[in-house]
């Protein structure tokens, strides 16, 4: 029994090594700082990942949209908050996530959308046209969104050859392969 539960030990142990850190910075050519770019791992040959129970939010707050930005996982559902003392309306004309339209709705209620595909949906609002925020639904748990310096960091990142992107709402994506061993490094350019 003692050496069936060192067995178990050592090999949790050894899962838990075979994960590190994924951090660096993104430069962001051509705006005013390095914040909001989207750091995300794409897909995992042989691995697939549930979906989320817990809900995303984005809260609709002095005509903003709050965060700007907002990476999730494929699969989740986002809430949109009502926080301002005036009617607000979610509306995406997005195809990836079917041009959703929720309605207009009052101060302290929400409405929800569920984010089934892989998409950078752009968040509008018919009642407060400045209004623009971003939902980016990746297919892995495996994301962040950068600092006005432009880092980031996620945690937990599985060891292996991987496929890293960038997506920001105004500069051009980009990729690489990074492998993964522990804590690692991986900085990235962007431009228009």
Known sequence: ??????????????????????HGKVTCKGV???????????TIPG????????????????????????????????????????LHNVFSPDTCCSKFNLGTWPQGQSRSYTFKNECQATLLCKVHPEMEGFVVAVPTPYFAVTKADGSYEIKNVPDGQLTVKVWHPKLKATQKSVKVAGSTQADFEIAR
């Open 32 to 42: 005013r700082n390095n914040a909001d770019a989207v750091v995300f791992v794409d």
């Open 47 to 86: 691995k697939t990942f549930p979906a989320p129970a817990k809900h995303a939010l984005v809260d609709q707050k002095n005509l903003v949209f709050i965060p700007h930005v907002l990476p999730v996982q494929v699969g989740t559902t986002v809430d949109f908050h009502n926080d301002d003392a005036v």
């Open 1 to 22: 029994m003692k050496t069936a539960l060192i067995t178990i030990l050592a090999l949790g142990s050894a899962a838990s090594l075979a994960a590190g850190d994924l």
